[in-house]
């Protein structure tokens, strides 16, 4: 999967009559550069074609794509291939698809390939992909050793070489197979899920080559890919393992992780390079495959096989070919305790399971009453749960251990303490009890701490507007620890008080910052600091605190004061003068300049578009809208995307570079804006006038945001022009 753009809401098309697999097994016109396969498909009057087989690439409902200059140079009219209110650019090719392997199933249209920008398919020189649209129903060896690619014939059959795993899929409304595969890596002892993407791609830096010998052409090659915290948390648990830095340069500049081992389909293979992606990118692949993932399996993992894809029945086969050997799973690591998923199994486990036998006996009691208060379960599982007490208690063996009972591991990786921070807060505990004579898990929760489990487990009312329930929010805050959060008062407390408070002040100042709670947290870590309970991290809140009030030069003091603090890198503030009176500011951030202008947005413009977003839905969303034609005019003219105060600048950036035009602005202060009541992502507000003419929420698809606009009176609507703000 080497392109942002996945186009995969095709893959759910319905209405397509499967057109069978062959025969015979038929080997494909295909050449192989350094482990990529690309497709040579012949046309009468011009160079062969080059489409690169891309297991975790664009497509759907048997289509593959072309790139827009590539039809336009062959002289091949496009044509519109209508999905409800939905229209597809697609192409009529009869001697392209003569030269291919028919797919498993008519296409929508009986089109060809849909057509897609020519920025989707970045570097290389590509005229298509033949991806996830095309590649379901059938099966396919790609021969690594030998360099081949082959559709096998449809009564194929494995040999005892080969070692066979699931290939998760997910299907659309007939049940077609579609979408991006899933399959599970075992590294370091821990199952991973990943993407089986044969088109992982590479682009090292020099360093980048010298350390992991990538062989390239023309600068690229093949790789494997993993989030930003997963890379943090193999690096932190094994500094041994080499780490480059600005590694890989297709995306930003990469690091890269020399991983020792990895386990696939009971074969080991390695060493193997893992080229870091930033988390949001691996997170949003869930949206497109049977569940979420934690990075993408390229081909510098698969060319030690011989590796044959089934689609149809989802499985995957591995026949070693060179540098792998047997893994041998022990009998004790295949009868772990089933995962708890309802909350029938949570009550068994809890009764018959002794005492000091379960990690949850890991957490004090308070802990682990509020930890237990936090889950939440669904009919497809475990839906809510609690990360704070783990932050704050256990170490991160203990944390994992905790949240593995539920099949979480993947979700909460790196959370947790350092041993030695985890050892300091058992110390400050064991003291509070001595003083109290107690033991040290037995001792009944303090004045304290029972007020904080008031805070912490109280159901917020979300029918109300955001504003409104953080202001009852701050009022229960108020009630709980007005009478102790002063400086005279705090001296008293114990260790475990101390931090109770703490985490209460940055609870209620993460949600909607005030100076009056900001200056309660102030109090709390200066004593924390005198008593040495304090390190770097426990500022981090604070520092974002003081950021989202705006009060940046304190926020640089307490960054300089602390160091290891980690946290958002701060831009160089401008304030755009005047500011119009009345009018929401927030700030533009300038991915350039790295220079964040605060500027007023009108409203009362004939015709405004809001969009609260950031998260992965709002960035699907944004995809889309980007696919479509007269909508991407509609948002460029007329749309503000807009951050809450809180967002990270770190996350515009990434957002700005992905969409450079539909940035993202930060809320100066969401008081100032006055008609969102809801700040849930992603949310849509139309103005007309300076009058609200409506709002929906959520991200389902454009035939939705269509009708949902049109009843609006926001389409149809002038050609576009410049946005104004």
Known sequence: MRHAVMWMALAAMAGNVAAGEPDVRQQINAVYEVGHFYVLPSIPGSKPLRLL????????????????ATVKRLGWNTRSCGFGNAE??????????????????????????????????????????????????????????????????????????????AMELPHDPDGHPAGLPRIHLRIDGEDL??????????????????????????????????????????????????????????VGHSRLIRVPQVQIAGWSVGPVWFTERPDRNIDNLENYMSGPVQGSAG??????????????????????????????????????????????????????????????????????????????????????????????????????AVYALFGLQTYTQGIGLDDAKAAQLRGEREA??????????????????????????????????????FDAYRQHYEQLFGMYQNPATIRSVSAPDLRLLKRAAQAAVSLDPHDEEVGQLHFDLAEMGRRGMADDTDYAGLYHALITLRQFDAARQLSAQHPKMGGDSLPTIHVQSPLHEGWPTALSLDRTTNVATREAFDLSTPLRIVVVASC????????????????????????????????????????????????????????????????????????????????????NGIPSLRESLKKMGAIPVAAPGPATK
């Open 432 to 469: 509070d009890a001595k003083r109290r004579g107690c033991a040290v898990d037995q001792c009944p929760e303090s004045d304290i701490e029972q007020r904080y489990d008031h805070l912490v487990l109280a159901k917020e009312n979300f029918a109300l507007p955001d504003q409104a329930r």
């Open 53 to 68: 087989v891309d297991t975790g690439g664009a497509g759907g409902s048997g289509l593959f794509v072309l790139a827009a």
């Open 193 to 250: 899920p990943m993407l089986l993407d044969t088109g992982a791609t590479a682009k090292p830096t020099a360093a980048g080559e010298q350390a992991a010998g990538t062989p390239t052409v023309h600068g690229y090659g093949v790789t494997s890919y993993a989030p930003r915290s997963l890379i943090d948390r193999w690096h932190t648990h094994h500094p041994e393992w080499p780490v480059v830095e600005n590694g890989d340069d297709l």
């Open 616 to 699: 992965h839905f709002s960035q699907d969303a944004t995809r889309a809208i980007e696919s479509d034609p007269s909508l991407h005019a509609l948002f460029v003219k007329h749309a503000i995307w807009l951050a809450s105060q809180d967002e990270a600048f770190d996350q515009v950036r990434d957002w700005n570079t992905k969409f450079p035009d539909m940035p993202i602005d930060i809320a100066w202060q969401e008081r100032e804006w006055t008609r969102l009541d809801s700040w849930a992502m992603p949310t849509f507000y139309v103005f007309k006038n300076g009058q609200l003419s409506g709002k929906f929420a959520g991200w």
């Open 88 to 165: 597809i650019p697609v192409v009529d090719a009869p001697l392209l698809a003569a030269s291919l392997p028919s797919p498993s199933r008519a296409t929508p249209c009986h089109a060809t390939a849909m057509v897609l920008p020519d920025k989707v398919f970045g570097a290389g020189n590509l005229d298509g992909i033949l991806g996830a649209g095309y590649l379901p129903g059938q099966t396919w060896t790609f021969d690594y050793p030998h360099q081949q690619l082959w559709r096998e014939a449809s009564h194929w059959t494995p040999t005892p070489r080969y070692h066979e795993i």
């Open 299 to 400: 081909a510098n993992i698969y060319q030690h096989f011989v590796m044959t894809l089934d689609y149809q029945h989802g499985k995957a086969y591995f026949a070693c070919a060179t540098g792998c050997r047997l893994f041998i799973v022990t009998k004790a690591a295949a009868t772990a305790r089933s995962v708890i998923t309802t909350q029938a199994a949570l009550d068994a486990y809890l009764k018959e399971t002794p005492k000091g036998a379960s990690p949850l006996d890991q957490f004090s009691p308070g802990a682990r009453t509020r930890f237990l208060a936090s889950l939440g379960f669904t009919p497809r599982g475990l839906g809510t749960f609690g990360m704070d007490d783990a932050s704050n208690e256990l170490t991160k063996s203990q944390a994992a």
